[in-house]
């Protein structure tokens, strides 16, 4: 019953800016005049725990997440934690930057090998993209510019029902002045570093049938 | 090493003004909460109070944003409070609301039981949301008990929508039958943002003062009298629910009657069983007249709701055979996954090939103290006196969590101290008693405690984190910051002076940033035979100001892989490439690090320094 509806799954660590992602795009939803629901779990969210939301933008009487159509990983384990909602329609776009979760710290276990996880992700998803955000947060040298190099990239998929243009202000909607020039960088950059992959550029796009 | 200048950069957190620009009519995208605080704006609500606690925080907080003019919106240092402010603005004549968690009812509840017998003035209604599943909590008990319990009507929205026209409802019933309301929330709605059409705000008249002690003073010869009323007011409401068209129909086949309510509702649609659902808008009073005809018109019967069976055992006590819960979890948060599992259970749906489930479980992520968090050094100090720590409601319970394990015991808001005075006297004193305790949980509940330990010549030591905010909500005001939730300065309590005031005799403020002299003060406290307060006074590294300072980084070649800085659990200092006799080197990320030195001052072979071409 939700065949115009698309789902987007944002997964990471607090303190990323997933919920600020998440606010972002269904507010450029909202400016596109689509219905939109967004689902979050915070309360703890800015102290390094898992965070999730789903922003699920169309028409729909539902207002829950199914299989996502995309989903936006901030973060490599989160992206394998958010396995359930992931089938063969999805695209995973995925931040490739890890956070060591600090009970593997703790056990002295060490952080999964990244082949393995996108080996598991590879396994359920339609597509897989990567994203090197440490290394375009670098290039803007702003560390709080990472959800919107994702959301830059999110643009350059080309999936949204909305273009890169109504979700860019959606984001200088919620930018303070002095960081609307670093975000414009940052979604650039994410942009166009999908967008060159996608033109098979890049050896980090992979796409199964 | 402690010249270490701790010097930090500040930035303002963005916090983005939305206020009630929305026309009537227009559909805007908002929270649970949101339209909670949009309805009761709606309905000319004059007065508002909270306590934040999440899942409940974001109704006063949205409140705030409407003008200042339509009504008064305040932070309240507790639930009882709050629920006190309500009610004297109800009886003075506005429609008031009192917003809380579920957990904060329970505070609340004294006021509540007798409040339900004296009634309203204006309408005055309680929004309390629960927690199923324990997001951020302490338990997940069904509050739709306490309406039962203080026989107040409950409305329970199942989405944003209704949750602003059943905010409005609940002013008007609260007036119309003379009782409080309860609206019912939980975290999955509250936090569910969806489109919501809104509407104008509606002016009552303010109502006269009522001169009415045998109504408002709450003597047993006055009480008395009003009890017989609840029981006639409860008649009279559920006939009303039962005559109108808050309880929808929706039928379908006839072999499966589905009686549901609240969020229960929204996933019973979503798996959409080939049922009959009738849609009851609150769980107390029920429509007893509706519910029977509809039982008579379905084969079976069942109830899916979340947490307790509050429907299920009063259906049961009117007679009527049903079923729920021996296919619904009465514990955690129900999801569609959740009704489906159980309807396939029950028989109503098909086992169908279920969605192949990755056997995956990455390792969990709980949330930890922060980068930086001025709590940390006070329970290093905790393990190093080998304290036994009753903690309490807050951040710092995360203090739990390994490698610091520094908190033994945490029940309850303010809980803390006087559990620690009960659990000095069983120990011979070669054991420190130690209560850490927050500086928004010692005004909510923690001063009475500390009176008592005073009085009754306890001999323990309390720990006043005093971080200047209410940070596990999210970084509230509260009457220790000085300022209210509209941000206007206020008196700020001076927490040496209040201690002081209450008897206390051995009291030290320090800067938790200082190691050496925090351990100092606690060795001290914890030898003094009586109550000692040593407050910690560094303000919280997101609240109300984001602070970040230079980073550090670890010299490889210096680090020895003692684990100092590693048991301080601290997010930013995971394991290095490098090894020291077989054990792990650190190294910090740079991103993350607030420079705090907490690392620095622990490290025993200097190796913590700042980053290169950073300036202290």
Same mark, same amino acid.
């Given at each position: 019953?939700?065949?115009?509806?698309?789902?987007?799954?944002?997964?990471?660590?607090?303190?990323?800016?997933?919920?600020?992602?998440?606010?972002?795009?269904?507010?450029?939803?909202?400016?596109?005049?689509?219905?939109?629901?967004?689902?979050?779990?915070?309360?703890?969210?800015?102290?390094?725990?898992?965070?999730?939301?789903?922003?699920?933008?169309?028409?729909?009487?539902?207002?829950?997440?199914?299989?996502?159509?995309?989903?936006?990983?901030?973060?490599?384990?989160?992206?394998?934690?958010?396995?359930?909602?992931?089938?063969?329609?999805?695209?995973?776009?995925?931040?490739?930057?890890?956070?060591?979760?600090?009970?593997?710290?703790?056990?002295?276990?060490?952080?999964?090998?990244?082949?393995?996880?996108?080996?598991?992700?590879?396994?359920?998803?339609?597509?897989?993209?990567?994203?090197?955000?440490?290394?375009?947060?670098?290039?803007?040298?702003?560390?709080?510019?990472?959800?919107?190099?994702?959301?830059?990239?999110?643009?350059?998929?080309?999936?949204?029902?909305?273009?890169?243009?109504?979700?860019?202000?959606?984001?200088?909607?919620?930018?303070?002045?002095?960081?609307?020039?670093?975000?414009?960088?940052?979604?650039?950059?994410?942009?166009?570093?999908?967008?060159?992959?996608?033109?098979?550029?890049?050896?980090?796009?992979?796409?199964?049938? | 090493?402690?010249?270490?200048?701790?010097?930090?950069?500040?930035?303002?957190?963005?916090?983005?003004?939305?206020?009630?620009?929305?026309?009537?009519?227009?559909?805007?995208?908002?929270?649970?909460?949101?339209?909670?605080?949009?309805?009761?704006?709606?309905?000319?609500?004059?007065?508002?109070?909270?306590?934040?606690?999440?899942?409940?925080?974001?109704?006063?907080?949205?409140?705030?944003?409407?003008?200042?003019?339509?009504?008064?919106?305040?932070?309240?240092?507790?639930?009882?409070?709050?629920?006190?402010?309500?009610?004297?603005?109800?009886?003075?004549?506005?429609?008031?609301?009192?917003?809380?968690?579920?957990?904060?009812?329970?505070?609340?509840?004294?006021?509540?039981?007798?409040?339900?017998?004296?009634?309203?003035?204006?309408?005055?209604?309680?929004?309390?949301?629960?927690?199923?599943?324990?997001?951020?909590?302490?338990?997940?008990?069904?509050?739709?008990?306490?309406?039962?319990?203080?026989?107040?009507?409950?409305?329970?929205?199942?989405?944003?929508?209704?949750?602003?026209?059943?905010?409005?409802?609940?002013?008007?019933?609260?007036?119309?039958?003379?009782?409080?309301?309860?609206?019912?929330?939980?975290?999955?709605?509250?936090?569910?943002?969806?489109?919501?059409?809104?509407?104008?705000?509606?002016?009552?008249?303010?109502?006269?003062?009522?001169?009415?002690?045998?109504?408002?003073?709450?003597?047993?010869?006055?009480?008395?009298?009003?009890?017989?009323?609840?029981?006639?007011?409860?008649?009279?409401?559920?006939?009303?629910?039962?005559?109108?068209?808050?309880?929808? /129909?929706?039928?379908? =086949?006839? &072999?499966?009657?589905?009686?549901? @309510?609240?969020?229960?509702?929204?996933? #019973?649609? +979503?798996? !959409?069983?080939?049922?009959?659902?009738?849609?009851?808008?609150?769980?107390?009073?029920?429509?007893?007249?509706? /519910?029977?005809?509809? =039982?008579? &018109?379905?084969?079976?019967?069942? @109830?899916?709701?979340?947490?307790?069976? #509050?429907? +299920?055992? !009063?259906?049961?006590?009117?007679?009527?055979?049903?079923?729920?819960?021996?296919?619904?979890?009465?514990?955690?948060?129900?999801?569609?996954?959740?009704?489906?599992?159980?309807?396939?259970?029950?028989?109503?749906?098909?086992?169908?090939?279920?969605?192949?489930?990755?056997?995956?479980?990455?390792?969990?992520?709980?949330?930890?103290?922060?980068?930086?968090?001025?709590?940390?050094?006070?329970?290093?100090?905790?393990?190093?006196?080998?304290?036994?720590?009753?903690?309490?409601?807050?951040?710092?319970?995360?203090?739990?969590?390994?490698?610091?394990?520094?908190?033994?015991?945490?029940?309850?808001?303010?809980?803390?101290?006087?559990?620690?005075?009960?659990?000095?006297?069983?120990?011979?004193?070669?054991?420190?008693?130690?209560?850490?305790?927050?500086?928004?949980?010692?005004?909510?509940?923690?001063?009475?405690?500390?009176?008592?330990?005073?009085?009754?010549?306890?001999?323990?030591?309390?720990?006043?984190?005093?971080?200047?905010?209410?940070?596990?909500?999210?970084?509230?005001?509260?009457?220790?910051?000085?300022?209210?939730?509209?941000?206007?300065?206020?008196?700020?309590?001076?927490?040496?002076?209040?201690?002081?005031?209450?008897?206390?005799?051995?009291?030290?403020?320090?800067?938790?940033?200082?190691?050496?002299?925090?351990?100092?003060?606690?060795?001290?406290?914890?030898?003094?035979?009586?109550?000692?307060?040593?407050?910690?006074?560094?303000?919280?590294?997101?609240?109300?100001?984001?602070?970040?300072?230079?980073?550090?980084?670890?010299?490889?070649?210096?680090?020895?892989?003692?684990?100092?800085?590693?048991?301080?659990?601290?997010?930013?200092?995971?394991?290095?490439?490098?090894?020291?006799?077989?054990?792990?080197?650190?190294?910090?990320?740079?991103?993350?690090?607030?420079?705090?030195?907490?690392?620095?001052?622990?490290?025993?072979?200097?190796?913590?320094?700042?980053?290169?071409?950073?300036?202290?």
């Amino acid at each position: 019953m939700s065949e115009a509806r698309f789902e987007v799954l944002i997964v990471g660590v607090g303190g990323q800016g997933v919920l600020t992602a998440g606010r972002i795009l269904g507010d450029a939803a909202h400016a596109t005049g689509l219905p939109v629901v967004e689902g979050q779990l915070h309360g703890m969210s800015q102290r390094g725990g898992s965070v999730e939301c789903s922003v699920l933008i169309g028409p729909s009487e539902s207002s829950f997440l199914r299989v996502a159509d995309v989903v936006v990983g901030f973060e490599p384990l989160e992206a394998l934690r958010a396995i359930p909602k992931i089938g063969p329609r999805t695209r995973v776009l995925l931040n490739t930057g890890r956070i060591v979760p600090d009970e593997l710290t703790r056990a002295g276990r060490p952080y999964p090998l990244l082949d393995s996880i996108l080996g598991d992700l590879r396994a359920v998803a339609g597509g897989l993209d990567l994203v090197d955000g440490r290394a375009v947060v670098e290039q803007v040298g702003v560390a709080r510019t990472l959800n919107i190099v994702l959301l830059g990239a999110l643009a350059g998929l080309d999936l949204l029902p909305f273009g890169g243009s109504a979700l860019w202000r959606a984001v200088a909607g919620r930018c303070r002045p002095e960081f609307l020039q670093a975000n414009r960088e940052a979604f650039d950059l994410g942009q166009a570093g999908v967008a060159a992959q996608r033109e098979g550029a890049g050896v980090s796009r992979e796409r199964q049938s | 090493m402690t010249d270490i200048n701790v010097k930090i950069e500040v930035e303002p957190v963005n916090s983005a003004p939305h206020g009630p620009s929305e026309e009537p009519g227009q559909i805007v995208g908002v929270t649970g909460n949101e339209a909670i605080a949009r309805g009761a704006w709606e309905a000319g609500v004059r007065v508002a109070a909270a306590y934040p606690g999440t899942p409940s925080t974001e109704i006063l907080e949205s409140l705030a944003t409407y003008p200042v003019d339509d009504l008064h919106a305040q932070w309240s240092p507790n639930e009882k409070v709050a629920l006190d402010v309500a009610i004297g603005a109800s009886l003075g004549g506005v429609r008031a609301l009192a917003a809380m968690k579920h957990v904060g009812l329970n505070v609340a509840a004294d006021a509540l039981m007798s409040q339900s017998y004296i009634g309203v003035n204006a309408g005055l209604v309680l929004a309390v949301c629960d927690d199923p599943g324990i997001h951020s909590s302490q338990n997940e008990q069904d509050s739709r008990y306490f309406a039962r319990f203080a026989q107040i009507p409950v409305l329970e929205p199942s989405d944003a929508q209704e949750a602003l026209q059943l905010t409005k409802l609940a002013f008007e019933l609260s007036e119309r039958f003379d009782t409080p309301v309860m609206l019912r929330s939980t975290t999955r709605l509250s936090h569910t943002r969806s489109p919501v059409t809104v509407g104008p705000r509606v002016e009552p008249p303010r109502r006269p003062y009522r001169d009415d002690p045998a109504k408002q003073v709450m003597i047993p010869a006055y009480a008395r009298t009003r009890h017989p009323l609840v029981l006639e007011r409860e008649a009279k409401v559920a006939a009303w629910v039962d005559a109108g068209e808050l309880s929808i /129909l929706e039928a379908g =086949a006839s &072999s499966i009657g589905i009686v549901t @309510v609240g969020m229960a509702y929204s996933y #019973v649609k +979503e798996v !959409a069983p080939p049922a009959s659902i009738l849609k009851l808008a609150g769980s107390y009073p029920l429509p007893e007249r509706t /519910l029977r005809s509809f =039982a008579a &018109s379905v084969d079976r019967l069942m @109830v899916v709701e979340e947490l307790e069976p #509050v429907v +299920e055992t !009063a259906l049961r006590a009117m007679g009527l055979a049903t079923e729920g819960k021996e296919y619904f979890d009465r514990t955690g948060e129900l999801s569609a996954e959740g009704v489906r599992a159980g309807l396939v259970k029950a028989n109503v749906l098909p086992a169908g090939n279920r969605p192949s489930t990755h056997a995956l479980t990455p390792m969990p992520r709980p949330p930890v103290l922060c980068a930086g968090c001025p709590h940390m050094s006070t329970f290093m100090a905790m393990r190093a006196l080998e304290a036994r720590v009753a903690g309490d409601i807050g951040c710092y319970t995360l203090s739990v969590i390994e490698p610091v394990r520094a908190t033994d015991i945490c029940v309850s808001m303010g809980s803390s101290i006087g559990i620690a005075a009960g659990m000095a006297r069983t120990t011979d004193g070669s054991v420190p008693i130690v209560a850490t305790i927050g500086d928004s949980t010692f005004l909510h509940a923690g001063v009475p405690a500390l009176m008592d330990a005073v009085y009754n010549r306890s001999n323990i030591t309390v720990a006043l984190l005093d971080n200047h905010t209410t940070a596990m909500t999210g970084g509230q005001e509260h009457p220790g910051t000085g300022r209210t939730l509209r941000g206007e300065a206020t008196h700020r309590i001076d927490f040496e002076q209040l201690v002081r005031a209450l008897g206390v005799e051995w009291v030290k403020v320090v800067d938790s940033y200082d190691v050496p002299a925090l351990y100092q003060a606690y060795r001290e406290a914890t030898q003094f035979d009586g109550v000692a307060v040593v407050i910690s006074n560094r303000p919280c590294v997101l609240d109300p100001v984001k602070i970040k300072g230079p980073p550090f980084e670890v010299h490889a070649e210096g680090c020895t892989a003692c684990q100092a800085c590693m048991n301080l659990g601290c997010p930013s200092i995971t394991w290095g490439d490098g090894w020291y006799e077989g054990r792990h080197k650190v190294r910090i990320d740079a991103i993350s690090c607030v420079g705090c030195t907490l690392c620095v001052q622990v490290c025993p072979t200097d190796c913590i320094r700042l980053v290169a071409g950073q300036d202290a």
